[in-house]
């Protein structure tokens, strides 16, 4: 069937051809044409991909608290890209030799990859047993006692994980082996879809890569609590019906802090105490009948007696000065 020109289309045909000239008439309502794959639609939706971001950013902060740590240097972690990939294409990005660790999420069908890129893992051994994250090797393979050592980097990466997802769920992320061809690092089949975090990772002046790939086909029911989820209300699962101010009281009441009791002060000379000997009595300035002070750091925090309570020295508390706001 032909289409059917509008008037102000005619019009504007008429007139070129009076003119001699003739112009592409454009029509507003042709649009290009977008590709759809009809082998495996998005399992993700956008919304779902944001608060997967969110989650990531949260682990990264996490992760590179622990580097800064272990490694005495500065390291910033960024989530460059959180995307869905076929597992085809995921493959042939990955070099050979690789640092592949496969893990899984305990209790679930989920299967992973943690890929550290090869100069990352070199560098963090290095660094770990002490060099200067500078040296050079022939080969970038991993060798056993290398991949011993990045242990320790992996168990944590599991841990933060773990804490990040909190969010979500209570999840145990395991280690299950190291693999240095992707090719035995099967987590799913080449045609299904995973879900691929990027991260960029700033040791000092040095930039490194490091992915963590997930299977989304056993991912549904994760993905079914990230829909019924607002990014803003998300709080870990143990501390759901409290607020902000109740969980971070209840943190900071389980904090050991240290406790001095001051039974009193003086002033002594540096000859005077050069000069003393076993069984000299140095005077304070303070009663038998005066309040002790209870401190902690420089802050003062009771008044009290001392005494003896079940044949172990004591002190009897009897005025508060640090008052609660």
């Not at 649009?31 to 950013?57: G, H, T």
């Not at 242990?151 to 992320?173: G, P, S």
Request: proline residues 2%; hydrophobic residues 40%; glycine residues 4%.
């Amino acid at each position: 069937m032909a289409e059917i020109l509008s008037q102000q289309e005619i019009d504007a045909l008429l007139n070129n051809i009076k003119s001699g000239t003739e112009q592409k008439i454009e029509s507003s309502s042709e649009k290009e044409a977008i590709l759809y794959d009809f082998r495996l639609p998005n399992r993700i939706s956008k919304n779902q991909l944001r608060v997967l971001r969110s989650i990531f950013e949260n682990f990264a902060e996490s992760f590179s608290s622990f580097l800064v740590t272990k490694l005495q240097t500065v390291v910033n972690i960024n989530v460059t890209s959180v995307d869905q990939i076929y597992y085809s294409e995921y493959v042939l990005s990955v070099a050979n030799p690789a640092c592949l660790f496969t893990f899984q999420i305990k209790d679930t069908d989920v299967k992973g990859i943690l890929e550290l890129n090869n100069d990352l893992a070199l560098s963090l051994v290095d660094k770990l047993l002490g060099g200067n994250g500078l040296g050079t090797k022939q080969t970038k393979i991993i060798t056993p006692i290398e991949q011993k050592v990045l242990n320790v980097v992996v168990e944590r990466v599991m841990q933060d994980l773990k804490k990040a997802w909190q969010t979500i769920d209570n999840m145990e992320f395991e280690v299950e082996r190291f693999e240095p061809d992707i090719d035995f690092a099967q987590i799913t089949s080449q045609s299904e879809s995973v879900l691929l975090i990027s991260f960029e990772i700033l040791i000092g002046e040095q930039s490194y890569l490091m992915n963590i790939c997930f299977a989304t086909f056993a991912f549904d029911n994760i993905l079914a609590r990230l829909s019924s989820q607002k990014l803003s209300s998300i709080r870990a699962v143990k501390h759901y019906g409290k607020t902000a101010r109740e969980v971070v009281s209840q943190n900071l009441s389980a904090v050991a802090l240290p406790i001095q009791v001051e039974l009193g002060t003086t002033k002594l000379s540096v000859k005077e105490i050069m000069e003393m000997e076993i069984g000299d009595i140095i005077r304070l300035d303070t009663k038998l009948s005066d309040d002790q002070k209870v401190r902690t750091g420089k802050h003062i925090l009771f008044l009290g007696r001392i005494g003896v309570s079940n044949n172990k020295k004591a002190i009897k508390v009897t005025k508060k000065l640090l008052e609660e706001k």
